[in-house]
Every structure is written in structure tokens, then in C-alpha cells.
């Protein structure tokens, strides 16, 4: 059974850095693209950012040089680090992995539960 289990959210101030983390089991998640995405209230679910199985990684433009993803494969776990956060970052964020292998992101594919990020200013 695949499970992904994002964790390291909290309530930051603006300006301030927050990592979160996505745990996987049950799959070797290095093989997939992993990604990440947020949903503030009211909103739809927003790319954030992915990393693919040789390792680039792409990001959307409103995180990009601030928001870096990477891997730790011994520990089946991908990471987001968010520096300079802002209010409009706040969101419930989650982790996927593309199970398709297809580069593209599908409501079928594992989500984790999500981990609340609050931004204040």
C-alpha cells in the first residue's frame, strides 16, 4: 500500500523559511515524479513545484528561486524548502507522486493528506 505522509507545516511570519516533508512507502518514489502542490480557501489546487526521476526540477513561476525541492532516496522522502514566504503562500500543501510515470499530474495518482502553511505579515 503507497502512502505519502507530508509533514513540517506550521505558522511562519513573512520573510520567514519552512520545510516540509513527504515521507513515502510502499513505492520506490525515486522511479516517479514527485510533486508538489497548495490549495488556499476558495482556491483550486495550485502547481507548485516537481522533481522528476533523474533529478531536474521544475517549479511554477510564483515560487520559483524561492522554493526548492529535493530528494533524500535513502530515506523515500522529498523535501520543499519555501524561504521568503509570504502571506499569499499560505495554503494546505500537498505531496503527489505521478504513479503513470506520465509528466502530467491526475487526480488518481497518490496524494498525501496535506500540511497546513500559515503565513502571517
Known amino acids: 500500500q503507497v502512502q505519502l505522509v507530508e509533514s513540517g507545516g506550521g505558522l511562519v511570519q513573512a520573510g520567514d523559511s519552512l520545510r516540509l516533508s513527504c515521507a513515502a512507502s510502499?513505492?520506490?518514489?525515486?522511479?516517479?515524479?514527485m510533486g508538489w502542490f497548495r490549495q488556499a480557501p476558495g482556491k483550486e489546487r495550485e502547481f507548485v513545484g516537481a522533481?522528476?526521476?533523474?533529478?531536474?526540477?521544475y517549479y511554477s513561476d510564483s515560487v520559483k528561486v524561492r522554493f526548492i525541492i529535493f530528494r533524500d532516496s535513502a530515506k523515500n522522502t522529498v523535501y520543499l524548502q519555501m524561504n521568503s514566504l509570504k502571506p499569499e503562500d499560505t495554503a494546505v500543501y500537498y505531496c503527489?507522486?505521478?504513479?503513470?510515470?506520465?509528466?502530467?499530474?491526475?487526480?488518481?495518482?497518490?496524494w498525501g493528506q496535506g500540511t497546513q502553511v500559515t503565513v502571517s505579515s
Open positions: 522533481i522528476r526521476p533523474d533529478g531536474s526540477r
Open positions: 503527489a507522486l505521478d504513479r503513470h510515470n506520465s509528466g502530467t499530474w491526475r487526480d488518481d495518482d497518490f
Open positions: 510502499g513505492i520506490t518514489f525515486s522511479r516517479y515524479p
